[in-house]
Each structure stands twice: as C-alpha cells, then as structure tokens.
Nanobody, 122 residues
C-alpha cells in the first residue's frame, strides 16, 4: 500500500520561507505525476506544483511561479516544495498527491497525503 507523509508545515511570517517534504512508502510506480496541492479555507483545492516522471517536467500554478520550487530525491522517495517570499494568501493545507500506474497491478491510482498546514502571518 502506497502512503504519502507530508511534513514541514507551520507558522511563518510574510516574506519568509518554508520547505515541505513528502515521503512515499510502498511506492512502485514507473509512470506517475507527484506534487503539491493546497486548499485554503472556503476555497477549492488547487494545484501548486507537480513533477511528471520520464521527462521530469514541472508545473507551477500562476500564483506561485518564481517563488516556489519543487524538487525530488529518488533515493529517499521524497518530493519537496521550497516556498519563498510567502504571502498571507499562501495560507492553506498543503497536500502531496501521487497519481499514476502501479507496477504491481497496472492500474491507475491516486494517493493523497494527510496534509500539512502552512499559516502565513501578515
């Protein structure tokens, strides 16, 4: 069973930085997209940044371009989100998501982490 565990959330002042981590266990996907989504109070969940295997192409939402950077460590089966120049509107629960085809059953799966709260104070 694939599990995703996020960490790194907390309280940060506007203009500050925070690094989120997502570590996967039980992971056996050859073709997948992994990344970060967020959901602010009263708003829909939105994509923040993702990585797609193979080409390792990246996606960034317009609101975070130039401020956030996604990276990975294959050995640690982890993906990171470096968040700089944080704004109060970045306050949200940040979720890690893995989507792709499992090497074990060849079926498409979407797995979400439990989320980690980032609060940016003005």
């Amino acid at each position: 069973e694939v599990q995703l565990v996020e960490s790194g959330g907390g309280l940060v002042q506007a203009g500050g930085s925070r690094r989120l981590s997502c570590t996967a266990s039980g992971f056996s996907f050859s073709d997948y997209t992994i990344g970060w989504f967020r959901q602010a109070p009263g708003k829909e969940r939105e994509a923040v940044s993702t990585l797609t295997s193979g080409s390792w192409s990246t996606y960034y939402g317009d609101s975070v371009k130039g401020r956030f950077t996604i990276s990975k460590d294959n050995e640690k089966k982890s993906v990171y989100l470096q968040m700089n120049s944080l704004k109060p509107e970045d306050t949200a629960v940040y979720y890690c998501k893995l989507a792709g085809y499992s090497d074990s059953d060849f079926k498409y799966h979407e797995i979400w982490g439990q989320g980690t709260l980032v609060t940016v104070s003005a």
